[in-house]
């Protein structure tokens, strides 16, 4: 029944107009993607429109969807991303924690004066990386602190470690130990890398070719402290044989242009995706 003078029609309207703006707020808080199943929501954060034709194009070889779940990602997770390079994951793992996670990113600080180009990507589009909770400096072995011990519940890099073994195998043993000591009892360190023939010289393999046979992760793995939970050939490739310098596979095929073709045949290099665990009955 309306009152006299509209005062009725007036708080509708107000009811109205706040539920109007609370579903406006909602919409932009819950980020680019819908929320609900997160395997649904995996897929969208890959389909995103964000996301150039070139990154894309690479998730026949990098498979982004199988390798977080593998990992068993969830979206009101605390992830630790190292070493994002130019942000391929960040343009999946940004939205997909958007809504109720948080997403700490730990790359190298800016040579220059101002911000890395990673940090002007992340600051050009808030709509996609608005939520990344922040950037720690990450340079191995000296700055390490990925944040206050026990509180993420997965670490994730990408092809990067064979990078901090070039620098020295201490620099590769605090990577480990820095993602052992961020992490929540149960958390999970999930690897992928360019994969050697196994029982290959690791030193050797890493700075010739930029691979790390499997054998030498697991055991880098072990000695910090973690337990394997997992290994998957989710990122495998039986074309690779293995003893090529990944550089000269694509997407860079940084060889003569005589080999492009049969680098082009093979693919991207063949890759472990080694699942990490922190005992869950340790204490901090």
């Not at 400096?137 to 000296?142: A, G, L, Q, R, Y």
């Not at 990078?163 to 130990?177: E, H, I, T």
């Not at 072990?222 to 490739?237: D, Y």
């Amino acid at each position: 029944m309306i009152a006299k003078g509209g005062k009725a029609v007036g708080g509708c309207m107000l009811v109205v107009a706040l539920a109007l703006a609370g579903a406006g707020f909602a919409a932009e808080n819950s980020g680019p993607i819908a929320q609900g199943d997160a395997a649904i929501m995996l897929k969208e954060a890959v389909a995103g429109s964000w996301r150039s034709p070139a990154n894309k194009a690479r998730d026949q070889y990098r498979h982004p969807v199988e390798t977080l779940e593998f990992f068993g990602i969830k979206p009101d997770m605390t992830v630790v991303e190292l070493a994002p390079g130019g942000g391929w994951f960040t343009e999946i793992l940004a939205p997909f924690l958007y809504a109720h996670g948080h997403l700490v990113e730990a790359a190298p600080s800016p040579r220059g004066k101002g911000p890395s180009k990673f940090e002007q990507k992340l600051k050009a589009d808030p709509k996609v990386y608005g939520h990344v909770a922040k950037v720690v400096p990450f340079v191995p072995p000296d700055q390490v602190n990925l944040g206050p011990a026990g509180s993420a519940d997965m670490v994730l890099t990408f092809r990067n470690t064979h990078d901090w073994l070039n620098r020295s195998p201490q620099a590769l043993d605090a990577v480990f130990k820095a993602a052992y000591k961020v992490l929540k009892p149960g958390g999970v360190f999930g690897v992928t890398d360019h994969r050697a023939k196994p029982f290959a010289d690791a030193a050797e393999s890493s700075k010739t070719l930029h691979r790390i046979p499997e054998d030498y992760m697991i055991e880098a793995g072990l000695r910090a402290g973690f337990r394997l939970a997992g290994a998957s050939e989710i990122n495998a490739n039986p074309k690779d044989p293995e003893d090529v310098n990944v550089h000269r596979l694509p997407p860079d095929l940084a060889g003569p242009d005589s080999e492009h073709a049969k680098m082009k045949a093979i693919g991207e290099s063949d890759r472990m995706t080694l699942k990490f665990v922190k005992p869950s009955d340790v204490t901090q």
